[in-house]
């Protein structure tokens, strides 16, 4: 598993010092809109801690935190009106296709782009 970076793009974002549009913050889960989306809506929701992977988070993690993440990709679902139809993504490790190493899900739902 690669180390995890502070400086990748989403500790940055995280910290301010990166720009996103901000969909929703608790003190769990951070969720921003994703700036190449691939369906009608397309937010990244990352948890407020160092963790490169699904992998990581899922073993890692104190109890609180996944149970407060997991519960905040609900939230998020239901404030953007997709709670009845959406899907959930997640790319583990550079053979699943990961690019950023912060865990982090994608919420999308409506037609693809």
Not at 1 to 17: C, K, S, T, V, W
Not at 57 to 62: E, L, M, T, Y
Request: charged share 20%.
């Amino acid at each position: 598993m690669p180390f995890y970076d502070r400086n990748n793009i989403f500790a940055r974002i995280l910290r301010g010092e990166a720009p996103c549009t901000k969909v929703y913050e608790d003190e769990f889960a951070f969720a921003f809109n994703d700036i190449y989306p691939k369906a009608r809506i397309h937010v990244l929701v990352i948890p407020k801690g160092e963790y490169v992977s699904l992998v990581d988070f899922s073993q890692s993690a104190p109890p609180e935190m996944i149970a407060g993440f997991w519960r905040a990709v609900t939230k998020i679902a239901e404030r953007l009106g997709v709670a009845d139809g959406y899907r959930i993504g997640s790319n583990v490790g550079p053979g699943g296709g990961q690019v950023v190493f912060h865990f982090h899900v994608h919420i999308l739902s409506g037609p693809r782009t």
